[in-house]
């Protein structure tokens, strides 16, 4: 799956650009401790964490996308720190659950 068709798949909004990056495996989770423990190269990480902290530990873990689920938002000088980066981030009005039920059906 590439970027276009992932934000398609969660109705999602791109608050970056897509980065042209591969996806492995998606994660999700708040905490951001337990997603620098579990997080990999090429990640998706799904969460509602909107934060400098967030961005932090996407680019440490030199994931694909950050996913922001139910609608939320992130503030720009967060998006520009992301955009630094290269993290991509989507905003998509579909739940945590509802986003991982819809990556989960297609890695089947």
């Known amino acids: 799956m590439n970027a276009s068709e992932l934000c398609s798949k969660i109705k999602g909004e791109w608050l970056t ?61 967060v998006q520009n720190e992301a955009i630094r980066h290269k993290i991509s981030i989507l905003s998509s009005q579909l739940s945590a659950f509802e986003i991982c039920a819809k990556l989960g059906a297609e890695s089947e």
Not at 57 to 72: H, K, M
């Open 17 to 77: 650009s897509p980065f042209d990056r591969p996806i492995s495996h998606f994660f999700a989770g708040d905490s951001v401790c337990f997603a620098l423990a579990s997080l990999h190269e090429n990640d998706i990480w799904i969460t509602t964490e909107n934060s400098m902290q967030a961005v932090a530990v996407a680019s440490a873990r030199n994931i694909t996308c950050i996913i922001l689920p139910s609608g939320v938002q992130m503030a720009d000088p």
